[in-house]
């Protein structure tokens, strides 16, 4: 089975390119996104895509015309997917889950180095600067964190606070029987959480639940934690509170607008995003470009789970892993 393979980066084509024929797939390779644009480039019944490609009913036109059947996403999200434009017209699977303990550990990363600025003692010390003054934390046991889904990410995050010794308070809409925090409502989570941990999927009910009126009940000085989807927080709101101090810090891994930046890079340009830029200047803002996933467990895991999705589909077989606009009402 040929395999289009879009947006590639340098960290893909060794765990593919080692993986694929095993699961009797052939790879080419293409390093541009996949949009309307380019979706002509595909020369082979299914497509290999990621999180900022561009998969709107323009590119699914274009893909379905050259007699693309299957789009294998190698990420969880599929928000930039337009799953009614595809129905009927192409099969959509992802890797639901890869590495939960990825994602929780750099979240974990991010919450310590927001509270004890170990990026700014960073910067100082390769300056020979130890001066600690202005780098003072706080203790993370006996205080309160609020975490929204409980997924197996948001579940692998709660253990992990719990050994630090916090409170671990959640919302969920869908709670799960073996979570062992307290679910509460969302209101009451916000105005009780010291830190706050965002571990739910981007759709209409949770775009921008990061708001000016939600960061308004939270607690001063609370820090807000996201490796899940930018669009979860309304960025103006995110960067009002700061400047007015009314959140200690915030440790992101996303950005609502970050398809034209994230996993590129850029330190020879000048970044014309204003609300990035704006983040960017922020000392206790910690900012990663859409790492969290990033371990060799998880990319291996990555690589599998794709590929035996499309030898399932080359089989005839059932797509386990399938999405679908139907599933989504």
């Known amino acids: 089975m040929k395999i289009t393979f879009f947006d590639t980066k340098p960290y893909d084509k060794p765990w593919f390119t080692r993986l694929a024929p095993e ?7 293409l390093d541009y996104h996949l949009n309307a644009d380019t979706a002509s480039f595909a020369d082979s019944e299914v497509v ?17 015309e050259k007699g693309v059947k299957l789009i294998a996403l190698r990420c969880a999200g599929y928000n930039n997917v337009n799953l009614k434009a595809a129905q009927g017209k192409l099969r959509i699977v992802r890797v ?5 303990a990825a994602v929780a550990e750099h979240a974990a990363a991010l919450m310590l180095s927001v509270n004890r600025k170990i990026h700014r003692a960073y910067s100082r010390t390769k300056e020979n600067n130890f001066n600690i003054n202005g780098l003072i ?4 046991i006996g205080k309160t964190i609020g975490i929204i889904g409980t997924g197996k990410i948001g579940k692998v995050f709660a253990n992990i606070c719990k ?11 869908y709670p799960a029987e073996d979570f062992s925090g307290e679910y509460l409502p969302l209101d009451e989570l916000f105005q ?19 708001n000016s009126q939600t960061i308004g009940s939270m607690k001063e000085q609370a820090i807000i934690i996201n490796t899940s989807r930018g669009g979860l927080i ?14 200690y ?5 996303v950005y609502e607008e970050e398809a034209d930046y994230f996993f590129e890079d850029f330190s020879a340009d000048i970044i014309a995003d204003d609300d990035l830029a704006r983040l960017l200047t922020f000392p206790n803002v910690v900012l990663t470009s859409h790492q969290a996933f990033f371990t060799e467990e998880a990319m291996e895991a990555i690589a599998r789970v794709t590929l035996e999705s499309v030898r399932a589909f080359s089989q005839n077989k059932e797509l386990i892993n399938e999405i679908t606009y139907k599933k989504e009402q």
Do not use: W
């Open 23 to 29: 699961y009797n797939c052939e790879i080419r390779f």
């Open 48 to 64: 290999c895509a990621f999180v900022n490609d561009v998969i709107d009913e323009a590119a699914i036109n274009v893909l379905s």
């Open 96 to 100: 639901p889950e890869y590495s939960p």
């Open 137 to 140: 934390g706080f203790d993370l």
């Open 163 to 173: 050994g630090f010794g916090m409170a671990v308070i959640a919302y969920d809409p």
């Open 192 to 210: 009780k959480s010291d830190i706050i941990s965002l571990h739910c999927p981007l759709n209409p009910q949770t775009r921008h639940m990061i």
């Open 234 to 247: 309304d960025t103006k709101a995110l960067i009002d509170s700061l400047k007015s101090k009314k959140l």
């Open 249 to 253: 810090g915030a440790g992101l891994d």
